[in-house]
């Protein structure tokens, strides 16, 4: 079972850039996907970005493509989720989640653990 926690969130003008933490215990990262995923008020959980176990495969949403990049430093059990060019769309409350097996998945129900969420609040 592995813990995960989130930090970075906050309030930034639309263009700016911010850098989402996922800090995990427990079992050893490398034994995990993760992904982000995130909600806006009113509307559902939604697909960020995904990585594998070693980095080798990465996925991410249309909606973020170009300027979100994932990575994960196994050594230190931390997941980043590097957002540049925020948008007011980006508004919504983040999450960072760990999937059993390395393989990465945009599928939600393939994460069984979740944190409590980092709010990312865009201004225009």
């Known amino acids: 079972q592995v813990q995960v926690v989130e930090s970075g969130g906050g309030l930034v003008q639309a263009g700016g850039s911010l850098r989402l933490s996922c800090a995990t215990s427990g079992r050893t990262l490398s034994s995990y996907a993760m992904g982000w995923f995130r909600q806006a008020p009113g509307k559902e959980r939604e697909f960020v970005a995904a990585i594998s176990w070693r980095s080798g495969s990465i996925y991410n949403a249309d909606s973020v493509k170009g300027r979100f990049t994932i990575s994960r430093d196994n050594a230190k059990n931390t997941v980043y989720l590097q957002m540049n060019s925020l948008k007011p769309e980006d508004t919504a409350v983040y999450y960072c989640?760990?999937?059993?097996?390395?393989?990465?998945?945009?599928?939600?129900?393939?994460?069984?653990?979740w944190g409590q969420g980092t709010q990312v609040t865009v201004s225009s």
């Open positions: 989640a760990a999937a059993e097996g390395r393989i990465a998945t945009r599928k939600e129900y393939d994460y069984a653990y």
